[in-house]
């Protein structure tokens, strides 16, 4: 898998591509594990990860061999798309997939071999912190060393830890941790969970395609009508892919949202301060992780506004040198270009 064509490494701005991913290359080797005892339990890791981990296609082999690149192979590669930072995070499910004394011991590992990784390249690369999610005690502490002592500039949640969601209050330590640290938390899609992967996985849509942003764009939504924004204020969460569709239904959303209050329908559905277009104005920012469209972005700067809108490649799962030159050459003034590609994930994330 290599690049369509090289894109010329100069600009008047620097390219931070926000949505690239790693993983240790022992956390492969236990995903393997998992998989030669047989079904996990998870049908989406199952599928997902039974294919990328064991095929010999050339795109499987590809992403598979990059994912465990922190050295002069992903330099090579960003070079080759004219990329100048990478933030990394590690690819999904992560260690959300593990018991929870694997997952924490394995946080702990992959933060730390992804900092040493940003000391080595302190010019090439940023990060977001790993937690697992099925200690929420233990992750609020992880994000806290992440980010006070190795530097990382944010916290990876890749979606549904095991079929639950970061909604449930047991989690919001999570949620509380970040935005005591001004951080923000970066919702990677997951493959769908156990109860809503079936019929997507029976016709070949669960993963990238569709059924990663029916997945995540409900994680988010699901926070946002649950009130954690409300609890949370200055909780900053990330999408990538666009939002995952939620920036184009803002109406919809707000319209039903006020429905479902006014007929009481569900007695746990409370009101809100805002409405839900407004967190996703207010908290939520968007990448354009493998949707380098320009009028979806454009529409999404319009409505969102341009300050919440970033680039990113989604490395090594999309790594395509004129997806970097379609957004070089959108419709945007300089200043509005620079911002797109670099300041915002600069103020955003604190580099």
Known sequence: MTPSSTVPFVQDYQRIATEEAFSPPEMMSMYLDLLKKGPTGDPGFDSLWGFYAQSTSPRARAIFERLQNLGERRIADMDATGIDKQIISLTSPGVQVFDAATATSLSVSANDQLAEAIRKYPERFAGLAACAPQDPAHAAREIERGVSKLGLKGVIINSHTRGEYLDDPKFWGILEAAEALNVPIYLHPNTPSKGLIQPLLDRGLDGAIFGFGVETGMHALSLIVRG???????????????????????????????AGIASNRYSFL??????????????????????????????????????????????????????????????LTTAQRKQFFQTNAEALFNL
């Open 228 to 258: 954690a924004f409300d609890r949370f204020p200055k909780l900053k969460l990330v999408l990538g892919h666009l939002g995952e569709a939620l920036p184009f239904w803002l109406y919809r959303l707000d319209f039903m949202h006020n």
């Open 270 to 331: 409370k009101p809100l301060k805002k409405r839900v277009s407004d967190y996703l104005r207010e908290n939520i920012y968007v990448t354009t992780s493998g949707m380098p469209a320009p009028a979806a972005i454009r529409y999404c700067q319009e409505v969102l506004g341009h300050d919440h809108v970033l680039y990113a490649m989604d490395y090594p799962y999309e790594y395509v040198a004129d997806e970097v030159r379609m957004q070089d050459e959108m419709p």
